[in-house]
T-cell receptor, first 113, second 114 residues
Framework: AQSVTQPDIHITVSEGASLELRCNYS??????LFWYVQSPGQGLQLLLK??????LVQGIKGFEAEFKRSQSSFNLRKPSVHWSDAAEYFC???????????FGKGTTLSVSS | DSGVTQTPKHLITATGQRVTLRCSPR?????VYWYQQSLDQGLQFLIQ???????AKGNILERFSAQQFPDLHSELNLSSLELGDSALYFC?????????????FGEGSWLTVV
């Protein structure tokens, strides 16, 4: 069965510092992987996605993620965090059958000044 | 703006009542998904429709039902509401619902059951 683990429930990063949010997935075949962000009181906004090809994918707002099949990971990174990046981040896995995405529990990012 | 429209944005109702949440998918998208987000359960998939037909079912309670209409909008009906049904309900849409397609989410409908 598909599953997603986001090991960090809450992370605090200083503004301007780099960020890495961890995501590990469990899936028997090639997964489709997504990162979404949810600002307080807002919906889920797609940051980036991986379907195939280059394992380093670029997204919006300066985010990138790297698919590592050997580690079953899809970690999200940003070189310099802005205060507006404070939000909850969700990793999700999908499949070729197009059944619904399975989400991790999310990581809350706080940005300190 | 994802292009997925959900109404109402906020809803307060009493236990035992019934509510209907409405979703208009992005233009051209044929597949609609409903998710429930609560503090204790996280994001839970409820049900998926594709071009009017039910495609997949998740953790949807028997008191809940959904449908997708010929114009592709969808409604989620929640009945005999309980306090525990208070949550944020998301609708999402995608073009095909199969393969490498991207799922876009609406802003959600906040349901409070009192």
């Amino acid at each position: 069965a598909q599953s997603v683990t986001q090991p960090d429930i809450h992370i605090t990063v200083s503004e301007g510092a780099s960020l890495e949010l961890r995501c590990n997935y469990s899936y028997g075949a090639t997964p489709y992987l997504f990162w979404y962000v949810q600002s307080p009181g807002q919906g889920l906004q797609l940051l980036l996605k991986y379907f195939s090809g280059d394992t380093l994918v670029q997204g919006i707002k300066g985010f990138e993620a790297e698919f590592k099949r050997s580690q079953s990971s899809f970690n999200l990174r940003k070189p310099s965090v802005h205060w507006s990046d404070a939000a909850e981040y969700f990793c999700a896995v999908g499949n070729q059958a197009g059944t619904a995405l399975i989400f991790g529990k999310g990581t809350t990012l706080s940005v300190s000044s | 703006d994802s292009g997925v429209t959900q109404t109402p944005k906020h809803l307060i109702t009493a236990t035992g009542q019934r509510v209907t949440l409405r979703c208009s998918p992005r233009s051209g998208d044929l597949s609609v998904y409903w998710y429930q987000q609560s503090l204790d359960q996280g994001l839970q998939f409820l049900i998926q429709y594709y071009n009017g037909e039910e495609r997949a079912k998740g953790n949807i309670l028997e008191r809940f039902s959904a449908q997708q209409f010929p114009d592709l909008h969808s409604e989620l009906n929640l009945s005999s509401l309980e306090l525990g049904d208070s949550a944020l309900y998301f609708c999402a849409s995608s073009y095909t619902g199969k393969g490498a397609n991207t799922i876009y989410f609406g802003e959600g409908s906040w349901l409070t059951v009192v």
